[in-house]
């Protein structure tokens, strides 16, 4: 049964389908109570364990959630309240939950973590964010521009800000989905130097958006940054904030992604957020029904 690691470590038919599943089960859902059974069922008697060596709001209860609705059960568990977080080693933690349970989904820091994981689990492993990725959160936003725009093949989106793990697997599904991507930032804070073959480095935030089909954001400081660069960060990405004037440079009908939690008017203003571009409460929402077909996907179910 396959895992779901990266966007560029899964198939591009599978990622097209997984797609097309999480907004039909979206649509089957409308209208129904957030507790309300799904019809079919498909995770009765599956466990899922829920692993978080960092906090969550969207991950946490959108997955706790889409395991429920689709009748499985589901244990949300603390890294340092695991004996994980006191020595014992991931390897021997798959080993042992792979017993207990039927999928794994484990958000921690270094990407070696997840790696061995999936590596030494005998049941398939979901990324849930590391400091390198977060795939979870691409296909939620690939969901949602395609709910709202159509297909994203031969779109321009315009990525202004940090160079971080949201980023990259943007950078991934750019590839896998025949996108135009292109990173806006400043130099220090550039994508990881294996993601530029496939991108466009624009340093000038105006220019970079002409034309865009799509512009998004992150926080100035990832959960994995020192809390001690954050001036320093702060101070070299102002010139990157997604406001009213730079998404004036975009397309008329283009559309604002923020994966959330937000830095309201660091990174994005207010304006922006809660303005007549932004679909970041659809993207969110769909976290949890492109998740659902994630796990469908893993469980071949
Ligand atoms: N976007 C996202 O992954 O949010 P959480 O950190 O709240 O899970
Ligand atoms: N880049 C952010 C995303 C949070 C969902 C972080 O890693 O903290």
């Not at 889409?66 to 006191?86: I, K, P």
Request: charged share 25%; net charge negative.
């Amino acid at each position: 049964m396959p895992s779901f690691l990266d966007i560029h470590k899964t198939d591009a038919a599978d990622l097209r389908a997984i797609i097309d599943a999480g907004r039909a089960m979206k649509t089957s859902r409308q209208g129904r109570p957030k507790g309300a059974p799904d019809d079919d069922q498909p995770l009765a008697g599956h466990m899922v364990a829920l692993i978080f060596e960092k906090p969550s709001t969207r991950t946490r209860v959108s997955f706790d959630v889409g395991v429920r609705q689709m009748g499985g059960e589901t244990m949300v568990l603390s890294g340092t309240d695991m004996q994980l977080g006191h020595g014992e080693t991931i390897a021997d933690t798959a080993r042992v939950l792979s017993r207990y349970v039927d999928l794994i989904m484990i958000r921690t820091f270094e990407e070696q973590t997840l790696l061995e994981m999936a590596e030494y689990a005998s049941v398939p492993v979901i990324n849930g964010l590391t400091d390198r990725t977060h795939p979870c959160q691409i296909m939620a936003d690939i969901m949602t521009y395609e709910e709202h725009r159509g297909p994203i093949a031969g779109r321009k989106v315009v990525w202004s800000g940090d160079g971080n793990n949201v980023f990259a697997s943007f950078a991934h599904a750019a590839e896998q989905f025949g996108f135009d991507l292109t990173f806006t930032g400043p130099p220090p804070l550039d994508p990881e130097p294996d993601l530029h073959a496939g991108i466009t480095i624009e340093r000038d935030p105006h220019k970079a958006v002409e034309g865009a089909d799509l512009v998004v954001t992150d926080t100035w400081v990832s959960m994995h940054d020192p809390q001690s660069a954050r001036e320093r960060r702060h101070n070299q990405l102002r010139p990157y904030q997604v406001n009213a004037e730079l998404m004036s440079k975009a397309k008329p009908d283009a559309l604002f992604m923020h994966c959330l939690p937000a830095h309201r008017d660091d990174e994005a203003t207010s304006e922006v957020m809660d303005g007549p571009h932004s679909v970041i409460w659809d993207e969110a929402e769909n976290r949890l029904h492109a998740q659902k077909a994630v796990m469908r996907y893993c469980l071949g179910v």
